[in-house]
């Protein structure tokens, strides 16, 4: 997609400059770095310990967050052919023996792999420690807090049909198992700007989520030169544009990309969302914005 399709919104020194659009749009894996930021609002609660084990498991809230516990995620050819062809959404229990996530697949600690299915478990501790559902704890503990009043967890295809790609008609947002986030771009750098203030979080847990596990991976046509993960965070270097931290998106025919520009005169922050399935796509066009802003 080129440019002219994709919506933004752009925030600088703390302030917005722009938003093409005030629609809703689906954040994708945005909004893994607000279930981060929920749970280290529950420690700045002293309600959790970062190092605590996860129920019984051999793995902690820490590793979890930071995609270091030794859990699978879940696709594939089944999980693909089942959301097209529009089967109702397995049961949490079915989708974790479909993949064997008992099953680790490194002793956890010992190395790094993306895992939307530990992010389902960070999403299921959430709710058990508020005894709320997901998106009232969100409410709550996130967005309240920020002001932000629009941006909520999609629970129904009357939710997905209400964002400005519309999606394909009956696309069910819970087959995303730890929580879909539809809003407005001006939301999401909004919560990127409150998240690395110094009302929101306390300075212990800000630098906690900032900690970057090195992955050392670039190329692939994305701006990407150096990698890193956080909680909930992407973290590393794009080129020219510095560093950087946010996360990018993708799912049912949309993708999204919302990144802090550290480097950058005023430390922009940028949100990108496009049609399509090319993540790099929006990666791109959130530096070439954050360096004409």
């Known amino acids: 997609m080129s440019p002219i399709t994709m919506h933004h919104a752009v925030q600088r020194n703390g302030q917005d400059i722009c938003a093409s659009s005030d629609a809703l749009f689906p954040w994708w ?7 981060a930021a929920a749970v280290l609002r ?7 310990d970062l190092d605590q084990q996860y129920d019984d498991k051999p793995y902690s809230i820490r590793q979890l967050l930071q995609h270091t516990a030794g859990l699978s995620t879940y696709g594939g050819a089944a999980y693909h052919d089942a959301v097209a062809s529009h ?13 064997q996530a008992d ?26 420690q508020m005894n709320l559902d997901l998106n009232a704890a969100l409410s709550e503990l996130v967005f309240n807090p920020m002001g932000l009043q629009r941006s ?15 999606n394909s008609p009956g696309y069910d947002p819970r087959w995303v198992y730890h929580g879909l986030l539809i809003g407005p771009p001006s939301d999401a750098v909004r919560f ?27 190329g692939g046509g994305r701006p990407w030169t150096r990698t890193g993960y956080g909680f909930g965070l992407m973290i590393g270097e794009m080129g020219e544009a510095g560093r950087v931290c946010g996360h990018t998106g993708g799912g049912n025919a949309s993708v999204s990309a919302l990144y802090r520009f550290s ?9 990108v969302f496009d049609e399509g399935t090319d993540g790099s796509a929006v990666e ?7 360096l004409q802003s």
């Open 29 to 35: 894996s945005i909004t893994k770095p607000v279930l």
């Open 42 to 48: 529950l420690v700045d609660r002293g309600r959790v």
């Open 87 to 99: 089967e109702p959404v397995w049961p949490v229990e079915e989708l974790l023996r479909r993949v």
């Open 103 to 128: 099953r680790l697949i490194y002793a956890p600690g010992q190395g790094w792999a993306y895992s939307n299915v530990g992010y389902l478990l960070v999403r299921q501790f959430i709710e058990q």
């Open 152 to 166: 909520r967890i999609a629970t129904t295809p009357a939710d997905m049909a209400e964002t400005y790609w519309g």
């Open 192 to 218: 990127l700007d409150n998240l690395q203030s110094d009302t929101f979080l306390s300075e212990r847990c800000r630098l906690e989520m900032l900690g970057e596990h090195p992955l050392n991976e670039s």
């Open 263 to 271: 480097d950058i005169a005023g430390a922009p922050i940028v949100a």
């Open 284 to 290: 791109w066009e959130a530096v070439r914005l954050a």
